[in-house]
């Protein structure tokens, strides 16, 4: 509902304060655009608010002649479409039949008459009653919405038929059953029934059955996953899902309709039909979908809670296909069940032959939907791009699920750069990555990163924009490419050389990961600006080996790393100079380097020798506890950190305080170095 701006700036009353009621309601009745509308106020008792009770106030409008309702919170011009119950819930906790209000008795007595009730009729002061009629003319509202767009009605489920389409019988026996290699065993491990011979079985030869393990029938010989029954496996009570299509009864809208294929106890399938239960129907009528359930699952681990729902009862998540995996019947008159349809110019069966050659999993429920709701899905379809929405069946990633604009009624809308980079590829082999990459080169023309002659060649290419960024300028991008390009056919075939050896030797060898020349050559050239090599020198821009190139430039830059930390370290060991002290045969110094601390470490065994970055950045600070006569020698190590000793240990991590002897070193060194700390300040501030 649509609140006026009459009612939005209306003036709120005083802040009620009241000894008894939690709320009061006050009504007013504004007239706008000829219409008497209903507005009620209900405020809380500030003397009864608690501090963690922020929802303000709201007023509840409502109108008879359009049959809506809405919320409005003090404070926002916006209002909200949500019932009386859960606004008052909101602002107290309270539900429509405990909430008491203070109302008065004109209000509540002209309150009755809008609601068309009777003084004796009403309970709570008609807030009830109010409540119900706010329901009601929210979901009409909501209703009325969804009928403007074109959106199935929640009844619409009855428009499915009842009977079985013909064929899908035969369907289960010829290509379900034959293929249900299942052995359920019983108690014991040793009885069972096998479901392809369909006998009662028994183990032979020591053989036992193991729940979810391969087994051979003693009787067929065929292999098989064993199950025990009564466990709560799917494949104990269920054989499979079966999805179909049929054309609702009123001519415009097709149903996909999903069974469970209950297991038949005894394997000999006399009556099929008796062992299909009906647990999901899907529905399309022009580009608007819609899904009910009969059965719901909580899943639950190493398992899944299943239950028969009342009634078909719809559901939001509608792409979402229920229990994933099924088989779907595809009738010999298919064809007439989408005549006059959405899905009328949908070429299921080409759908499914080209996944089945492509090796790809089927998801027909899903192809339907999408085809249904996304215009671009036919004309990409159509086009021969089958790999691209074989892709957008399965699900996108993070990184391609907003390449392209599906809603969109054309190729060349649904993509976001010109259409004629659409001949870089043929139509079959453009993937959701590639579409991916040319957007993102496109872009990159846009903001001038890149020239529009060489987006072909980049597309074409494994190495992206990112890849070869630090090389443009000293060489063309074609030649630049054309080196990456060598690495990796050069790294291709180090791989088959790899896995031909491994398959001599009888070895397992991963080669179908990601090839890393690109990014080699992207880490190759950051180290070379980090280095301030010369890379117009076409020896450096394009080393023969570039393995061996990037190996010597990471031993390069560590060994620059290593050299500013140790001035670092250095200058960090001058600055504390001061803080040494030697007293009673016993001495405590700042180690010569970053290995003194490594070595510190791994003497005593504890964990100082990662404390080497930190202290050459000043974040902490190390000393050594020593004997005089043993001044190289490992015994205690000391953080220092914000003035005061983090830690003191020896070997194995022992305290010091358990040393009586370091301990009173270490507290005379403390106040030593305390006072000539505050000696050296005194001094800078007065200088």
């Known amino acids: 509902m649509r609140v006026d701006q009459t009612i939005k700036y209306m003036a709120w009353p005083e802040p009620y304060k009241g000894d008894k009621q939690d709320f009061r309601i006050t009504l007013s009745w504004p007239v706008i655009n000829h219409e008497k509308l209903l507005v009620a106020t209900i405020q809380k008792n500030e003397k009864k608010r608690q501090w963690h009770e922020p929802t303000p106030d709201f007023r509840l409008i409502c109108s008879k002649e359009k049959n809506a309702a809405a919320i409005l919170y003090q404070g926002e011009r916006i209002s909200k479409r949500k019932g009386l119950d859960m606004a008052l819930w909101g602002i107290g906790c309270v539900s429509v039949t405990s909430c008491y209000p203070k109302i008065s008795r004109e209000d509540e007595k002209a309150l009755a008459e809008w609601l068309g009730l009777k003084p004796k009729q009403t309970r709570n002061h008609c807030i009830p009653e109010l409540s119900e009629w706010t329901a009601g003319a929210i979901a009409a509202e909501t209703q009325r919405e969804r009928d403007a767009r074109g959106e199935l009605r929640d009844e619409d489920v009855l428009l499915c038929p009842e009977a079985l389409p013909d064929g899908l019988v035969e369907y289960i026996r010829r290509s379900v059953l034959p293929n249900d290699d299942v052995l359920i065993y019983k108690k014991g491990n040793v009885r069972g029934t096998c479901f392809q011979c369909r006998q009662n079985v028994r183990a032979t030869g020591g053989q036992r059955f193991r729940q979810g393990e391969f087994a051979t029938c003693p009787n067929c010989g065929r292999r098989g996953i064993a199950y025990l029954d009564g466990s709560d496996r799917f494949k104990v009570d269920y054989v499979e899902d079966i999805v179909t299509i049929q054309k609702g009864t009123d001519g415009k809208t097709v149903f996909l309709r999903q069974w469970h294929l209950l297991r038949d106890k005894t394997a000999q399938w006399n009556d099929i039909p008796a062992q299909l239960e009906e647990i999901c129907r899907y529905a399309i009528r022009g580009n608007r979908v819609a899904k009910w359930q009969h059965e719901n699952k909580e899943n639950r681990i190493y398992g899944a809670f299943r239950y028969r729902l009342s009634e078909w009862t719809r559901t939001q998540s509608v792409s979402v296909v229920y229990d994933g995996q099924y088989y779907f019947y595809l009738p010999e008159n298919w064809r007439e069940h989408i005549a006059g349809t959405s899905l009328q110019y949908c070429d299921l069966a080409d759908y499914n032959l080209r996944a089945i ?105 494994l190495a992206t924009l990112d890849d070869i960024r630090d090389a443009m300028g000293h060489a063309s991008i074609h030649r630049i490419l054309r080196y990456v390009d060598s690495c990796v056919e050069k790294e291709r075939e180090q791989r088959r050389i790899e896995a031909e050896e491994a398959r001599r030797e009888g070895r397992h060898y991963w080669s179908d990961g990601p090839l890393q020349a690109p990014h080699t050559y992207r880490d190759y050239l950051k180290d070379c600006v980090k280095l301030n090599l010369d890379l117009d020198d076409k020896t450096v821009l394009f080393p023969r080996d570039l393995d061996a190139a990037h190996a010597r430039t990471i031993a390069q830059v560590k060994h620059q790393a290593n050299e500013k930390s140790r001035e670092a370290f250095r200058k960090e060991v001058q600055r504390l100079k001061w803080m040494e002290w030697e007293k009673d045969g016993l001495l405590i110094r700042l180690p010569v380097d970053g290995d003194e601390i490594t070595a510190e470490g791994a003497y005593l065994h504890h964990c100082v020798g990662g404390y080497v970055d930190r202290m050459a950045n000043g974040k902490t600070t190390i000393f050594f506890v020593r004997r005089v006569e043993e001044p190289d020698k490992p015994f205690y190590t000391l953080e220092w950190l914000n003035g005061q000793v983090q830690q003191c240990r020896t070997t194995c991590n022992g305290n010091y305080i358990q040393n009586p002897e370091i301990k009173c070193f270490v507290d005379a060194w403390v106040e030593k170095i305390s006072k000539k700390g505050s000696k050296k300040k005194t001094a800078i501030e007065a200088a």
Not at 357 to 372: V, Y
Not at 407 to 429: G, Q, V, Y
């Open 357 to 461: 050659n492509a090796m790809r999993n089927r998801n027909m429920i899903r192809f339907l939907l999408d085809w249904a709701r996304y215009p671009a899905i036919e004309k990409f379809w159509k086009a021969g791009y089958t790999t691209i929405v074989h892709e957008r069946i399965r699900g996108l990633n993070k990184e391609t699920q907003h390449t392209m604009r599906w809603t969109r009624n054309s190729i060349h809308e649904a993509i976001r750069f010109p259409s004629r980079f659409l001949k870089l590829h043929d139509s079959f082999d453009w993937t959701m990555g590639d579409m991916q990459k040319v957007t993102k080169l496109w872009k990159q023309v846009e903001s001038g990163e890149l020239r529009e002659n060489d987006l072909p060649e980049m597309a074409r290419s």
